[in-house]
Nanobody
Framework: QVLLVESGGGLVQPGGSLRLSCAAS????????MSWYRQASGKEREWIAT??????TYSDSAKGRFTISRDDATKTVYLEMNSVKPDDTAVYCC?????????WGQGTQVTVSS
């Protein structure tokens, strides 16, 4: 079955950097769009970025600070987070669609605090 497993979250100081990973299995991966979302406590889920092949798109909140990338050989998608702010504190999840269904990972917590 489709499985998405995120890792790399943790506590980071404002202005710091963090790289999140999402390991995928159970579907071909190559040729599939992969996205990152986040959900802060008490807020709605927010789309962050999508990668499809080599094409990337970003939310306004992520543009210029975050970079999404992928390694089709290892079926992994990454989110490089730079210049993080306290407002970036959230659970970050990866997402994809396979055979008409949407799949989510369990998420990884990112906390930005000094």
């Amino acid at each position: 079955q489709v499985l998405l497993v995120e890792s790399g979250g943790g506590l980071v100081q404002p202005g710091g950097s963090l790289r999140l990973s999402c390991a995928a299995s159970g579907f071909p991966f190559s040729g599939y769009a992969m996205s990152w979302y986040r959900q802060a406590s008490g807020k709605e889920r927010e789309w962050i970025a999508t990668i499809f092949g080599s094409s990337t798109t970003y939310s306004d909140s992520a543009k210029g600070r975050f970079t999404i990338s992928r390694d089709d050989a290892t079926k992994t998608v990454y989110l490089e987070m730079n210049s993080v702010k306290p407002d970036d504190t959230a659970v970050y999840c990866c997402e994809t669609r396979h055979q008409g269904r949407e799949y989510w990972g369990q998420g990884t917590q990112v906390t930005v605090s000094s």
